[in-house]
């Protein structure tokens, strides 16, 4: 019994080893993990201009730079949602947007109607050409810390706000959202099957106990 609990605590180490060393993509000079990028829209407020997408969904997830979202409806949000990856509040910096064109200011909260902090972007030095024009890439770095959210703390979604004018009218550009400090919901998977396994032999054990004893008693 002894033995096969350590084999399969070595097949859960194993399986979190290979997790940790998945690939990275970079965009505009910066590394993610493959799936740091967000993977839905789960909610949204205003009419919006897509570029280099046909659905506001294709325009803000996955990591290309060739496709964005805008609006200048009153009010604008998105809400962008992880589902194969959470965002976390890890050293230093943990969100990153990138959008186009003039530096812009993305408004992000937590929550739909939450405490917002306003988030200017900075010219990456790269560009993109979308539609058959260049544009200078920008990028939006947040840190969750502003947010007083815990160390460690994983989040599913973050929501967005559009509907910010600069000085020269123009609004973000939203095109790729990536979490610069991602924990791999896939991770979880092997450590849960094995507890449960572990739970199961625990179980299994103890049934084997009582019908020894019942045996004895016979
Ligand atoms: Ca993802
Ligand atoms: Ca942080």
Redo the contacts with the bound molecule.
């Keep these: 019994m002894k033995s096969g609990i350590k084999t399969l605590i070595g097949a859960a180490l194993l399986a979190g080893g290979m997790t940790s060393a998945s690939a990275i993509t970079t965009v505009a000079g910066i590394n993610f993990q493959d799936n740091a990028f967000a993977d839905t829209v789960l909610s949204s407020s205003g009419t919006y201009t897509l570029g280099g997408a046909a659905t506001l969904q294709n325009a803000v997830t996955g990591p290309s730079l060739t496709k964005y979202a805008f609006s200048f409806s009153s009010g604008a949000y998105i809400q962008a949602g992880f589902t194969d990856n959470y965002l976390v509040?890890?050293?230093?910096?943990?969100l990153a947007l990138f959008e186009f064109g003039v530096p812009d200011t993305f408004a992000v909260s937590l929550t739909v109607g939450g405490v917002t902090h306003t988030y200017l972007s900075a010219d990456t030095g790269f560009s993109s050409t979308i539609g058959g024009s260049s544009f200078e890439v920008n990028v939006a770095e947040i840190?969750?810390?502003d947010f007083g959210?815990g160390?460690g703390a994983e989040l599913s979604s973050i929501v967005i706000g559009m509907d910010i004018q600069g000085g020269g009218g123009t609004v973000p550009s939203l095109g790729v959202i990536g979490a610069l400090?991602s924990a791999d919901l896939t991770a979880a998977v092997p450590d849960a099957g094995s507890t449960i396994s572990l739970l199961g032999m625990a179980f299994l054990g103890l049934g084997m106990f009582k019908i020894n004893l019942l045996k004895r008693n016979v």
């Design positions: 509040n890890g050293a230093g910096n943990d840190n969750l810390d959210v160390a400090n």
